[in-house]
């Protein structure tokens, strides 16, 4: 029972953490950085969503192995 439960747990963290990465935005290079690097100079760039998904990435990838070890040594 319990190991069921952890793995439901573990697979929710895991799509979590999947949505979260994919939500932040990227590194800017190239011509496309250039070209929204002028963008973002005149309306500005959104960085507290940036750093709200980074934490909650880092706590979700943190949860992701913890639970896994843990489901392992079941």
Do not use: C, N, P
Not at 25 to 54: N, P, R, T, V, Y
Not at 61 to 73: D, E, G, R
């Amino acid at each position: 029972m319990l190991k069921t439960i952890l793995l439901v747990l573990d697979i929710f963290v895991a799509l979590g953490l999947i949505s979260t990465v994919l939500l932040q935005s990227g590194k800017s290079a190239g011509l496309s950085g250039a070209i929204a690097g002028g963008a973002e100079q005149i309306f500005g760039k959104k960085k507290g969503m940036d750093d709200l998904f980074s934490r909650i990435s880092t706590i979700l990838a943190i949860a992701f192995m913890v639970l896994t070890l843990v489901l392992s040594l079941i």
